[in-house]
Each structure stands twice: as structure tokens, then as C-alpha cells.
């Protein structure tokens, strides 16, 4: 992008759009915030600190990496298409002058805010990923290890293709161009399928933590969604890089698209929720502040690539299209999983990666002559659905075989193992392919002599048991976000079943795999869809 120098003094023009730009920016934050509170109650007791904790982790991770040398990959223009020049680390751009002004094809602001601004948006990309994609059974070093490759290999270059005017997938360089305002491409198609291949490697959660399975707080969930419906108010229009009227209407666009995809995904859930009365053929149904949530999140996504493309007093409409086709589309996505056999915890591959390709379809079909656009498939620029999908076919794969490529070899690593049981998926496999008629827990020692099979051994029972305890016993040495005993109105054997001691748990035993599905029982992510 362009750069110029100014004086001590502002133009009042720069100085409005620089304090809009520092609000958007702080507005942003609160969704890093809403982020961890959310995925926080998604979980249960056991791993519900961790999830909280991890986005405020990764937070000075990923931004001090940004101010080192990965805004300067993101922005700093070179002669090649693909991954920016180091002209831009440590911000030395800006020691000339305290008043560096970074002009694009929407606005002029200060480069720090732009620096400040984009550098937010790479922390919710990774605060939206990395908690949910290791959910309940991952390591978090190893995944800390993983975000600085996927940064710097992944994230960066795919930032650079839509967002710096030498992108070859640019709306400025105008070769194949992509319309991504606020980041489906960049930030949601990256997240989905980051989270898609992190999950397919990871496994499946073990069975025995799913017994009764019980979400750590709906109130978190709720309280979640919240500020994160707020901030991403600042985080669409912030990507106008300006402060005027269109601004406002893509906050109500925004708004609109969400509460649009929160009804509807709440009546799919609503009417597929019948549970039949026992002895009579009537059955009954109930709200969920889950469906809601996850409808919510799902519009604010879609409407994401859109942003100021479909903002028009004129064109009210579009965000309501946008909220119900997001969320059907991805209401019927978070099956996938059962038929894909991934273990995707919070579905977070429905909800940012389908719906990031839906939003970006929609973009392609539904855009106006906005910033630099020639207009979407109503405007009578049908090519623009072609260039949507080349930019959602590319991203989509990149991210998922690179992101494939790098944890496995993260996972190979000595001491840099994915998971906290790092020999379930092995055990699973051995026991499945042992026999066909007869689990590992019926196999006499008679029956693996001879075969290429390893019973379980003591060192892999611990892992397992280290696995069953929970996220927060094994990172946070015991700190857990709700120490206490619930109220129990009446006193039953089965109220005791959720009791999370080790003492439960029948460790000296391996996994039967044949009752292993995707899940091994109703998760978080299954309470949403069905």
C-alpha cells in the first residue's frame, strides 16, 4: 500500500479516521474476550480454564510475532504475489516520521493504527482456532509451536494474496480478483480448515470423558456471544478504514445478518428437537440458548467478506439472505463431521469454515460497485462468483494441506506429541484391526501372540489417565474454573455418575474401540445441530 509522511499537525480528516480506527480496534479486543468466555461453557468442567485462559495466551504470542516481522509479511508490498517483503518489521517504516500515513482504495488512517487494527484481527483469527481445534485432548505447547508455523507459513501469505495490492488474488493488483472485506477468506476459511485438519490428527475425544456429557456453562456461552457480537460490530466496519455513513450500515448489516442466522438456526434446532412422550405418539420441544449462540456466530461470520460490498440504504434485504442461507447451510454442515469421522468439538469448521465460503459465495452473487469492485452476479459481473470460488478453492486447500504437512511433523517430534494420550489413536487402530468379531477388552494375551500388536502398556495407561482427568489438571496443575459441588435436589445413584475423580475411571483396561463413534457420545457441538 501507499505511503505518505505528514507533519506534527493531522488533517482533521485523518485524525477522525485514526480515532475510528482506535475504537474499531478496541472493539476487536473485546472479542478476543468473547471468544474465550465462549468456548469456555462450550467445554466441560474439567478443560473449561484452559479454554478460557488460551486465547489471552496466545494474545502476546501472536502479537509480538506481528510486530516482529509478520505485519511486514502481511503488508509490506514486494515484487512477488505471494508473501510480503521484511521492508516493514519492527515498524522501522515509521521512524522517519511519528505521523505515517497509510492510504488504501477505502480510507486513510495512521500506519500504527493500521498496524494496531490488523494485528487484532490475526489474534481472533488464532483465538477463534487454536482452544477449539485442541478441545479436550491436546497439548498446548505443541499447539503454541504449531501457531508460529501456521503464522508465518499459512496465515501471512493468505493475507497477502487478498489484502496487499501485489496479492495475485487482490481487488488492486485486478487479475483474479477476490472481493474479502473483513476477512471470510483470510480469517474464517483459514480458521475452519486449520481446525479441520488440527482435529482430523488429534482424533477423536476418548469415549470415557463423554459418558453424561455436560457443557461447563450455558450463562458462559451466552455472556460469550455477546461481546462478540459487539466487538465485531468495530471488527466488519473497521476494515473501511474510515469513519462516514456507509460505516454505520455495515454495523446494521452486520447486526441484521446476525440476528437473521440466531433465529433461524434456533427454529431448525427447535423443530428437529422433538422428543416423543413416553406411551403416546406427542411429543415435545425446547428452545436452546446453544442454537441461538451458534446462529449468531454463523451470521456474523457470513457477512464477514461481504461487509461494505452489500452496505446500502437500499439493499436492507441482503443481510436477511445472508443469515438464513448461513444458517441452514451450516446448521446441516455440523453433520458433516459424523460422515467425515473428525471429531471437530465445537464445530468450528461448520461455523467459520463453510459459513466463510458461503458468506464469500454470497458476496460474489449479492456485491455493488463498492471500493473498487465491478460488482457482483445482480450487478451483471457474473465472473465474480468465479473469482469468489478460485479464491475459497485455493485457501481451502492450502491451509488444509499445509496445515496437514506441519502437524505431522510437529507431532513426530520428540517431546512435541499433539495429544495428551498420544497412544489412543493407536491403541484405537490395533484394536480395530485385531479382529473382527471380538473388541481389545475380549482378546486373550493366546490371541496377540503372533500379531503386530502392542497390548497397552503402564506408561500408556497413565497417558490415558492424564487425558481423563482433564485439560486443566494437566496444564494448570489442578485450577479449574468451577471448584465446587453442585446443589442436588434429590439424592440418586445417577446423580453421582459425572463425578470427575480418576477413581472412576477403569484405567487398567484399554479402550473398546468397537463402541467408538466420531464422538463416543452427545457433545457440545452435537447439542447444537440436533
Given amino acids: ?12 480528516t485523518i485524525a477522525v479516521n485514526s480515532l475510528y480506527m482506535l475504537s474499531c480496534t478496541t472493539a476487536v479486543a473485546f472479542v478476543v474476550l468473547g471468544v474465550a468466555i465462549f468456548y469456555s461453557g462450550f467445554t466441560q468442567r474439567r478443560s473449561s480454564l484452559t479454554m478460557l485462559v488460551l486465547p489471552l495466551v496466545l494474545f502476546p504470542f501472536v502479537f509480538i510475532d506481528w510486530f516482529i516481522w ?12 505471494y508473501i510480503g517483503s521484511l ?16 492510504v488504501t482504495s477505502r480510507g486513510s488512517i495512521l500506519s500504527v493504527n493500521h498496524f494496531l487494527f490488523n494485528g487484532m484481527m490475526k489474534v481472533v483469527c488464532a483465538a477463534l482456532t487454536f482452544p477449539g481445534c485442541i478441545a479436550e485432548r491436546g497439548r498446548v505447547v505443541p499447539m503454541l509451536v504449531f501457531c508460529f508455523f501456521w503464522s508465518v507459513i499459512i496465515y501471512n501469505p493468505v ?3 487478498f489484502w496487499n495490492r501485489s496479492g495475485w488474488l487482490s481487488v488492486e493488483y485486478n487479475k483474479q480478483p477476490v472481493l474479502d472485506f473483513a476477512g471470510g477468506n483470510c480469517i474464517h476459511i483459514v480458521s475452519g480448515f486449520t481446525t479441520l485438519a488440527y482435529s482430523y490428527i488429534l482424533g477423536p475425544r476418548n469415549p470415557k470423558i463423554l459418558i453424561n456429557y455436560r457443557n461447563s456453562s450455558t450463562s458462559y456461552v451466552a455472556i460469550g456471544i455477546f461481546f462478540i457480537v459487539a466487538g465485531w460490530c468495530g471488527f466488519v466496519a473497521g476494515c473501511d478504514f474510515r469513519f462516514s455513513t456507509l460505516s454505520v450500515y455495515i454495523i446494521v448489516n452486520t447486526l441484521l445478518s446476525a440476528f437473521t442466522s440466531g433465529i433461524v438456526w434456533m427454529a431448525i434446532d427447535y423443530y428437529f428437537s ?6 403416546n405418539l406427542k411429543s415435545t420441544r425446547k428452545m436452546s440458548v446453544i442454537s441461538l449462540s451458534s446462529g449468531l456466530m454463523t451470521g456474523l461470520v457470513a457477512i464477514t467478506p461481504g461487509g461494505g460490498y452489500v452496505s446500502n440504504p437500499n439493499d436492507f434485504w441482503k443481510p436477511f439472505v445472508y443469515g438464513v442461507v448461513s444458517a441452514i447451510v451450516c446448521n446441516l ?16 469448521f461448520a461455523i467459520h469454515g463453510v459459513a466463510g465460503i458461503v458468506g464469500s459465495l454470497l458476496t460474489g452473487i449479492f456485491s455493488n460497485t463498492e471500493y473498487s469492485s465491478d460488482g457482483g452476479w445482480v450487478q451483471g459481473h457474473w465472473i465474480q462468483l468465479a473469482y469468489q470460488l478460485l479464491g475459497c478453492t485455493v485457501t481451502s486447500a492450502y491451509v488444509f494441506v499445509m496445515s496437514i ?3 505431522y511433523l510437529i507431532d513426530y517430534t520428540p517431546g512435541l506429541h499433539l495429544r495428551i494420550d498420544k497412544t489412543f489413536n493407536q491403541r484405537t487402530r490395533w484394536a480395530r484391526n485385531a479382529h473382527q468379531e471380538e473388541t481389545m477388552l475380549e482378546l486373550t494375551t493366546s490371541d496377540i501372540e503372533g500379531q503386530n500388536i502392542n497390548v497397552p502398556s503402564e506408561k500408556d495407561l497413565h497417558y490415558e489417565s492424564l487425558e481423563l482427568l482433564g485439560m486443566d489438571a494437566y496444564l494448570l496443575n489442578g485450577e ?3 471448584d465446587f459441588m453442585e446443589f442436588i435436589k434429590e439424592l440418586r445413584p445417577q446423580d453421582y455418575e459425572d463425578n470427575e475423580t480418576i477413581n472412576d475411571y477403569d484405567n487398567t483396561q484399554p479402550v473398546d474401540s468397537t463402541d467408538i463413534s466420531p464422538f463416543g457420545g452427545m457433545d457440545a457441538s452435537t447439542k447444537k445441530s440436533e
Avoid at 500500500?1 to 482533521?12: A, K, Q, R
Avoid at 521492508?87 to 505515517?100: I, K
Avoid at 454442515?333 to 468450528?348: C, E, G
Fill in 70 to 81: 509478520g505485519y511486514s509479511l502481511c503488508y509490506a508490498s514486494a515484487v512477488n504475489r
Fill in 87 to 102: 521492508n516493514f518489521v519492527v515498524l522501522r517504516h515509521l521512524r522517519d516520521s511519528a505521523t505515517t500515513i497509510y
Fill in 480 to 482: 479449574y474454573a468451577m
Fill in 333 to 348: 454442515a455440523t453433520r458433516l463431521k459424523f460422515y467425515a469421522q473428525i471429531d471437530d468439538a465445537l464445530d468450528l
Fill in 159 to 161: 493475507t497477502y494474496w
Fill in 1 to 12: 500500500m501507499e505511503m505518505t509522511t505528514g507533519g506534527i499537525d493531522l488533517d482533521p
Fill in 405 to 407: 504437512v506441519l502437524l
Fill in 274 to 279: 422433538a422428543i416423543p412422550y413416553e406411551g
